[in-house]
T-cell receptor, first 112, second 114 residues
Framework: SQQGEEDPQALSIQEGENATMNCSYKTSINNLQWYRQNSGRGLVHLIL?????REKHSGRLRVTLDTSKKSSSLLITASRAADTASYFC????????????FGGGTRVLVKP | GAGVSQSPRYKVAKRGQDVALRCDPISGHVSLFWYQQALGQGPEFLTY????????KSGLPSDRFFAERPEGSVSTLKIQRTQQEDSAVYLC????????????FGPGTRLTVL
């Protein structure tokens, strides 16, 4: 079973626009991570936010975490065609070892 | 710098065949994970090794699935008597150490069971 649910499931935007996707989870977490997966490829780690952090930036990426609502958002600013991919949130849960529990992903299409 | 590699990249098996999937983690990485990803879904955890010790195998779906990492480096995921529902992409990931949980993923092995 998957801990996280992502919203929307799919997103289509024009190059240059911002893309926002959300992730909700069910249990207390140690940290939350976002990964990108291009079609037919492995996952690439984008950013990790710890449970005691509220916001984090990395280049054109901005991640927020609201532990009271058990939710996170990923914002990609000034999107590019190369950002077309599926984006997954993954949680590292207390008392569950080091395994990651992934959401179902948001499929993002950036049109040139 | 070599990343995580997996072989084969694609495997087609007839139902009932045994398959073995290999993962070469990043050199020196202590943690190794196997995940199963069905089409259109997020990866689901199968099993976790710290060095050669298999610390968590709670995600293995049945006793037909077996994983090993005998020398704490290369790992093999074996599926016996494959069934159609085993068709998926099998992802391997490695991590530097316990606690800091960024995982580095390989390209996956796409298994198709006919």
């Amino acid at each position: 079973s998957q801990q996280g649910e992502e919203d929307p499931q799919a997103l289509s935007i024009q190059e240059g626009e911002n893309a926002t996707m959300n992730c909700s989870y069910k249990t207390s977490i140690n940290n939350l991570q976002w990964y990108r997966q291009n079609s037919g490829r492995g996952l690439v780690h984008l950013i990790l936010i710890r449970s005691n952090e509220r916001e984090k930036h990395s280049g054109r990426l901005r991640v927020t975490l609201d532990t009271s609502k058990k939710s996170s958002s990923l914002l990609i600013t000034a999107s590019r065609a190369a950002d077309t991919a599926s984006y997954f949130c993954a949680t590292d849960v207390y008392a569950a070892g080091n395994k990651l529990t992934f959401g179902g992903g948001t499929r993002v299409l950036v049109k040139p | 710098g070599a990343g995580v590699s997996q072989s084969p990249r694609y495997k087609v098996a007839k139902r009932g065949q045994d398959v073995a999937l290999r993962c070469d983690p990043i050199s020196g990485h202590v943690s190794l994970f196997w995940y199963q990803q069905a089409l259109g879904q997020g990866p689901e955890f199968l099993t976790y090794f710290q060095n050669e010790a298999q610390l968590d195998k709670s995600g293995l779906p049945s006793d037909r699935f077996f994983a090993e990492r005998p020398e704490g480096s290369v790992s093999t995921l074996k599926i016996q008597r494959t069934q159609q529902e085993d068709s998926a992409v099998y992802l391997c990931a490695s991590g530097r150490k316990q606690g800091i949980n960024e995982q580095f993923f390989g390209p996956g092995t796409r298994l198709t069971v006919l």
